[in-house]
């Protein structure tokens, strides 16, 4: 079975600093990973993907995340917070056990940007 | 293009009350899903489907029906809403079901069941 972990609900960053959301899957086949974004009272959009052709995967609004296989790890980074990127974020992986293209998501970690 | 759209954005309903959640895509896509959305719980599967007239359970489909009856509407009926159906509800749809596929998700419906 697949299933996704994210650690910490809620991180809280100062303007400037990294930012790092930290997610852990669980598969038996290698996976199919998503970032997805979440702003207050809107539905989610795909910040980056990971389907197996780079490790290092870049996204909108100065993101990336990096697979790594050993650490079954996919956490998203972000060398500089500005006040925009106050959101939900999701991690989500693509359930293997059939091709309708389901996915598993992660609880979710709330950021909060401060000034 | 709109995306996908969802109608209506907030609905209170009381226990035992009946409702139909509308989502509709203009992006020519097969497959469409629901979602439920709980605090601390992320998003979870209701039903979805992968083409006109075709539907089929998710992770959590007890008290909910839907049907596809046109390829570009995807329908969520609760039938005798309950307290525990209280949620936020979101809609997806993506052009295949491939595993690298992107979900396209509407903003949203906020249903409250007293």
């Known amino acids: 079975a697949q299933s996704v972990t994210q650690l910490g609900s809620h991180v809280s960053v100062s303007e400037g600093a990294l930012v790092l959301l930290r997610c852990n899957y669980s598969s038996s086949v290698p996976p199919y990973l998503f970032w997805y974004v979440q702003y207050p009272n809107q539905g989610l959009q795909l910040l980056l993907k990971y389907t197996s052709a780079a490790t290092l995967v870049k996204g909108i609004n100065g993101f990336e995340a990096e697979f790594k296989k050993s650490e079954t790890s996919f956490h998203l980074t972000k060398p500089s917070a500005h006040m925009s990127d106050a959101a939900e974020y999701f991690c989500a992986v693509s359930l293997t056990t059939d091709s309708w293209g389901k996915l598993q998501f992660g609880a979710g970690t709330q950021v909060v940007v401060t000034p | 293009n709109a995306g996908v759209t969802q109608t209506p954005k907030f609905r209170v309903l009381k226990t035992g009350q009946s409702m139909t959640l509308l989502c509709a895509q203009d992006?020519?896509?097969?497959?469409m899903y629901w979602y439920r959305q709980d605090p601390g719980m992320g998003l979870r599967l209701i039903h979805y489907?992968?083409?006109?007239?075709?539907?089929a359970k998710g992770e959590v489909p007890d008290g909910y029906n839907v049907s596809r009856l046109k390829k570009q509407n995807f329908l969520l009926g609760l039938e005798s809403a309950a307290p525990s159906q209280t949620s936020v509800y979101f809609c997806a749809s993506s052009y295949l079901g491939q595993r690298n596929n992107e979900q396209f998700f509407g903003p949203g419906t906020r249903l409250t069941v007293l």
């Open positions: 992006m020519n896509h097969e497959y």
């Open positions: 489907s992968v083409g006109e007239g075709t539907t």
